[in-house]
């Protein structure tokens, strides 16, 4: 039997204990389409939302206006926050922003954006930054006009920066031919107050705009973190003081962070720290808005982890928000273009002290193995400049791509690349390492067709980064389709590791309003419009071994096959890549697994216990076969209350031995002797079922592993099975500065006191509980790949 586990989300994963520092407040945030990238509202609208823990705000992107602000009553943790799709946001308060200009006593008001340049879904707004933090995107081409008079030859732009606690209006105009003396207006009327601000300016020039601010606070501030603050840091390299300056406009204490360039080959540990000190002389907690920012072309900027620890180096668990851009077209500069990393964060800071800390940023390796990064990856100066996360191991380029809401009409999963590999471009006479890899395709999440043939795409996805890595990675994206009639919450995780690239997803969907549908996967490998790579064979099977290997006929917009059971535990489908030595790009390809972990359903009212699959050939550029998890044979409507939760491993395999440059000795061993063939999925299916036996404390989550010490905060579990480095993460601790994992024997005497392991641990605060995770990649290979039981004791308690 497929096992019947369910995923315990993280905000249940750990028990109710005392605040942790202001970092207790939750506070984030979230940016998202109120009716999806495709949707408007029922007048016609293009609203594009923020959130955070404190207020809420609507814009029509089109207008450049304001169509709702107001405190949020009651909010709710970040985690739980990310699935709620409650009326709240659509029911705010009114509001109105008025961005005018000022010339001769006549009043020329924003009519809105400039349209008529833009092609099919394109939008006038530009996602920059989006993640826990900060909040940020811009309007541009917007035009004015002044009821007595035709539009003026003015260009303006409005860029909004949201954090937390605070909502800023940035008001820009340039191109201007007026050669008279203007006024700048930014008027914001709420349900409460009106707040204006204006600005005088002689003339206007294109490379100095003339611009203006307003800041919006839900409550009344009792300190300005730019009175209160002062921020300084010091590069420990070179005992350099780094430039530090308040912006007024954003909110943030910028840190310039010096552009480096190194060669990740040769210096694969590389990575950079940095002093800082925050005073706060207010009688009152503060929490220090920072931004780490670095320009210019640096090295790394594909895979890089930012972490703040404390003046004794002890990791403090608050997370960096990673945002970055590497796009950049020289003939057609755009504003905000890369290359760029911005890492933002908010510290907590007591009442007349000082915080003392440092920022670490982590590159290609920690600890000798691959680091893990999720960022969301800007994609002004690429196109769409919508949410786009990207996930790096390592840092020698992509390793898997999000598209939340499907912005570049693909997939939700995208961009899926191997893991040290010969890169692209590579000829067997001159293979190139430490370099990007050939894309082996994409794949995605819940693929709805209604009854009417018309796909049901997500809206109002939103992103919670619970884990920014560099030991595990954690992200939430959670909405519902278009239609309302499916509430669906996709966790997306990679780990640490060294021998393949893989991600793990767990995918919980609730109907909430019945459904016919006319086609339905809950998953597919190699996504209807991206999967253009071919695939020779077919594969499934389970923990015993292989059930059928087949060829077929690819394309078509067809299905292969339809309804096939997955029987036995662990089943698992493989798809063989066609070899291409004449590739025009050249290098190594890869070969696509997707195991499925844990199984859990009703559909059509009915206990559906075991997964079935389906098969249907793709026309992307190329005839090709994916994969999906399908519904059952004769299920042609889905009912309220029927659900799916799924745990899945999409792993990338080698084709070959000699293609693989990496240093898990059991993995080439295991691809000399089973070069393109199933037998590597089997593997990892088979020795990553893992059997965790928990003697002191409580198993959460069986993979990827989550336990929670007991009452006396000491856990001791064993492990069977294993296959690479692994992740190991523990809730609910309260002082991760006294936390020690040992590997004992069975009698609990220590064999190991796992120093490296130790060493390099991934501490996240989660403000759900007011606790700690921790987590741990642990090395569970084994010679000749035998199967071998481990004994661990976890201790946090304080002596």
Not at 642 to 662: K, S
């Amino acid at each position: 039997m497929c096992k019947h586990i369910l995923f315990l989300l993280v905000g249940i994963l750990c028990v109710t204990a005392p605040k942790v520092d202001a970092l207790a407040d939750d506070a984030y945030g979230f940016m998202y389409w109120m009716h999806g990238w495709r949707g408007r509202s029922p007048d016609g609208e293009r609203l594009f939302a923020i959130q955070t823990n404190r207020f809420g705000a609507v814009f029509d992107v089109e207008k450049a206006a304001l169509v709702g602000l107001g405190n949020l009553p009651d909010p709710q943790t970040y985690c739980d926050a990310v699935s709620d799709i409650s009326e709240t946001m659509q029911t705010l308060p009114d509001a109105v922003l008025r961005l005018q200009l000022v010339k001769d006593d006549r009043v020329f008001s924003c009519i809105g954006a400039d349209l008529s340049s833009l092609k099919g879904l394109e939008s006038p707004s530009r996602i920059i930054e989006s993640g826990r933090f900060l909040q940020r995107f811009d309007i541009q081409g917007l035009r004015f006009a002044c009821p007595a008079q035709n539009t003026l030859d003015c260009v303006g732009r409005l860029e909004v920066i949201a954090w937390p606690d605070r909502l800023a209006f940035l008001f820009e105009v340039a191109a201007c031919n007026e050669a008279h003396p203007m006024t700048l207006r930014i008027k914001l009327e709420t349900e409460a107050d009106t707040f204006i601000g204006d600005k005088h300016f002689p003339g206007f020039l294109e490379d100095a705009p003339a611009a203006i601010h307003l800041e919006w606070h839900p409550d009344k501030p009792t300190v300005d973190p730019g009175e209160a603050i002062t921020v300084s840091s010091r590069d420990v390299e070179t005992q350099s003081e780094l430039p530090v300056a308040y912006d007024v406009q954003r909110g943030w204490f910028r840190i310039d962070l010096p552009a480096r360039h190194f060669d990740l080959a040769e210096h694969p540990e590389h990575g950079d720290q940095y002093d800082v000190v925050i005073e706060n002389s207010a009688d009152a907690p503060v929490l220090a808005p920072l931004l780490f920012a670095m320009k210019g072309a640096f090295s790394g900027i594909t895979g890089m982890t930012p972490l703040l620890v404390d003046q004794h180096g002890l990791p403090t668990g608050y997370p960096v928000q990673i945002s970055k851009n590497w796009h950049h077209i020289p003939e057609r500069p755009k504003l905000y273009e890369g290359p760029w990393f911005h890492g933002f964060s908010y510290v907590p800071v007591k009442p007349n002290q000082e915080w003392k800390g440092r920022l670490q940023l982590i590159y290609a390796h920690w600890g000798g193995v691959p680091a893990v990064s999720h960022a969301q990856l800007c994609l002004i100066g690429w196109g769409v400049n919508q949410l786009w996360d990207q996930v790096a191991i390592g840092s020698w380029g992509e390793t898997i791509c999000y598209d939340p809401d499907i912005n570049l009409n693909r997939s939700m999963i995208d961009d899926i690349r191997p893991l040290m590999v010969y890169g692209m471009g590579s000829v067997p006479e001159t293979p190139k390492l430490w370099t990007w890899t050939n894309n082996v395709g994409g794949g995605d999440f819940l693929t709805l067709f209604g009854a009417d043939g018309k796909r049901r795409f997500p809206s109002r996805m939103r992103t919670a980064y619970l884990k920014y890595g560099p030991n595990l990675t954690e992200v939430v994206y959670a909405g519902v389709t278009d239609d309302g009639a499916v509430e669906m919450r996709m966790t997306v995780s990679s780990p640490r590791c060294d021998d393949v690239a893989r991600a793990y997803h767990h995918i919980r969907y609730d109907v909430v309003r019945p459904v016919a549908f006319s086609r339905l996967a809950f998953y597919q490998l190699g996504a209807d419009n991206y999967n253009d790579h071919q695939f020779e064979r077919l594969a499934h099977g389970n923990q015993n071994g292989l059930t059928e290997e087949w060829g077929f006929q690819s394309g078509g917009m067809v299905y292969d096959r339809a309804g096939v059971v997955c029987e036995g535990d662990g089943p698992w489908w493989f798809s063989a890549h066609r070899a291409m030595p004449n590739a025009p790009r050249g290098g190594a390809w890869a070969n696509r697994g997707l195991i499925i972990r844990s199984w859990d359903a009703r559909l059509g009212g009915q206990r559906a216990d075991r997964p079935h699959a389906a098969f249907f050939g793709t026309e992307n550029g190329i005839p090709s076969m994916n994969v999906e998890l399908a519904p059952p044979p004769g299920l042609e409507q889905l009912q309220p209350g029927d659900f799916v939760e799924a745990t899945l491993e999409l792993v990338v395999i080698p084709m070959n031995a000699d293609d693989y440059y990496g240093p898990n000795i059991n993995l080439r061993a295991h691809l000399k002797e089973h070069a393109n063939s199933w037998k590597p999925v089997h593997r990892l299916a088979q020795r990553n079922d893992l059997d965790v036996t928990v003697e002191h404390g409580e198993l959460l989550r069986p993979y990827p592993v989550i336990l929670k010490s007991d009452e006396d905060r000491t856990l001791k579990f064993s492990v069977h099975g294993g296959a690479g480095y692994v992740p190991f993460t523990i809730a609910g601790v309260h002082t991760p500065e006294k936390a020690v994992l040992t590997q004992v024997d069975k009698t609990g005497n220590a064999v190991d006191a796992l120093t490296e392991v130790n060493r390099y641990k991934q501490v996240d605060f989660n403000a759900c509980c007011s606790c700690y995770h921790i987590t741990y990649n642990i090395l569970l290979d084994t010679q000749d790949d035998a199967f071998m039981t481990r004994y661990f004791l976890f201790s946090s308690a304080t002596k």
